[in-house]
C-alpha cells in the first residue's frame, strides 16, 4: 500500500504542544511565498523530533497543501473537517482544525493584502523560486502528491 502524505500528520503526536503546532503552521505561512530557510527547518525538525530532512518534508508538503485548501477556498469548520481522510486520527483533524479556523480571518486578510499589492506594483509578475531534491525525494513527494488527489 502506497503512504500517503496523510500518513505524516500523525508526527505532529511528536510535537510536545499545541504551541509547537501552531507555531509549525505559522512558519509555513509566514514562509509561503519564500519557502523555509535552515533555521526554521532545524527549528520544527527538533520541535517534532526528527533525525533528518527526509522525515519532515512529506510532513511539510502536506500542511502546506492542508493550509492553502482551507485558507483559499476560505473553508469554514465543517469544511476543513472533510478535507481529512478517515486515515487521519480525530484528535489530529481536531487540533489542526481548530488551528486553522484560529488563522483563518488572518490569513485570508493576507491573501487580499497580497493580492491588493500585486495588482498596483508596477511589473507584478511571478517570482521564481528554485530548491534542491534529490530524485528520490522528488519521486516520493510526487508519489504522496498523486496519492493525495486520487483520494479526493
Not at 527526509?54 to 477556498?73: G, K, S, T
Not at 511589473?123 to 502528491?145: A, C, H, I, P, Y
Request: glycine share 2%; charged share 30%; proline share 3%.
Amino acid at each position: 500500500m502506497e503512504h500517503s502524505l496523510w500518513g505524516n500528520l500523525p508526527l505532529l503526536v511528536r510535537a510536545n504542544s499545541k504551541e509547537s503546532v501552531e507555531f509549525i503552521l505559522q512558519t509555513l505561512w509566514r514562509t509561503r511565498k519564500i519557502g523555509l530557510d535552515s533555521t526554521d527547518r532545524d527549528v520544527i525538525r527538533d520541535m517534532l523530533q526528527l533525525q533528518n530532512d527526509a522525515d519532515l518534508d512529506p510532513l511539510l508538503v502536506c500542511l502546506r497543501m492542508l493550509i492553502r485548501r482551507c485558507v483559499y477556498e476560505n473553508n469554514n469548520k465543517d469544511e476543513i473537517q472533510k478535507l481529512f481522510p478517515e486515515e487521519v486520527l480525530p484528535e489530529i483533524q481536531r487540533l489542526l482544525t481548530l488551528l486553522l479556523q484560529k488563522f483563518h480571518k488572518e490569513w485570508r486578510e493576507d491573501i487580499a493584502k497580497d493580492q491588493l499589492q500585486s495588482n498596483t506594483e508596477p511589473n507584478s509578475g511571478e517570482t521564481d523560486v528554485n530548491f534542491q531534491l534529490s530524485k528520490d525525494r522528488l519521486e516520493t513527494m510526487l508519489k504522496s502528491m498523486y496519492s493525495m488527489s486520487d483520494q479526493q
